[in-house]
């Protein structure tokens, strides 16, 4: 479950917000103002985690998927990134490819976006931390602990090795090889080896893109 919400959410999440902040970073756009504060808006005032349950609940969304995906879908953080990266880009790429007769949608994907490595793998590397370290979500939208994340498994873990390793007949006595504060940390090692092997190959592009992206306004 882990998996496939961290790699489903954070490439759909860099490819939705790509596709807002790319419109926005045009001044020839209607309204870009108006928008582009109604985000900066979502960051200042929130409604909180109860209207968020009742909009999961109203949607029936409870026990499935979407419910771990789509509420960390879009952070407006994410989103002045990746316009700012964009409004940095020389407009005279999109005139000649419009001079050759290329539409916005080409000009987006075989241009704007072979152009944006750096930011799209850092915005792919902070989505992926969040989705990776999401636990919350499972615990409120998740019946079924089968489809609990790693971290919400690790939350049990951590709260209840105790009195789980004494009902399965393990010796969690200070004189035993086997204490429940080993079982804890293994169990650290095991949910954050994975988020931390993905660092490595993003590394290249991290500085950058988070630099350029914060730079312009």
């Known amino acids: 479950m882990s998996i496939i919400v961290t790699a489903t959410g954070s490439l759909l999440g860099m490819l939705m917000t790509a596709m ?5 970073s045009k001044n020839m756009l209607r309204g870009k103002t108006f928008f582009t504060l109604m985000i900066f808006f979502t960051m200042l ?20 998927l979407p419910a771990l995906i789509l509420p960390g879908l879009i952070s407006a953080w994410n989103f002045f990134i990746m316009r700012n990266f964009f409004a940095a880009l020389p407009e005279s790429l999109e005139e000649s490819a419009r001079i050759d007769g290329a539409t916005d949608i080409r000009i987006f994907f075989q241009i704007i976006l072979p152009l944006s490595k750096a930011v799209l793998a850092t915005i792919v590397l902070f989505m992926a931390v969040g989705y990776w370290n999401d636990f919350f979500s499972s615990v409120l939208y998740m019946v079924d602990k089968d489809k609990w994340s790693l971290q ?42 994975p988020i931390l092997l993905v660092y490595p190959f ?16």
């Open 20 to 24: 807002m902040a790319y419109p926005l």
């Open 45 to 64: 005032f929130g409604g909180g985690m109860i209207p968020n349950y009742i909009l999961i609940k109203n949607l029936h969304l409870f026990n499935t």
């Open 152 to 193: 919400a498994v690790l939350r049990q873990i951590i709260g209840q090795t105790s009195s789980a390793m004494s009902q399965a007949g393990v010796d969690i006595s200070t004189e035993s090889e086997v204490s429940s504060q080993s079982i804890v940390m293994a169990s650290i090692i095991v949910a954050t080896t």
């Open 202 to 217: 993003l590394q290249k592009y991290f500085m950058k893109g988070v630099l350029v992206g914060s730079l312009k306004g």
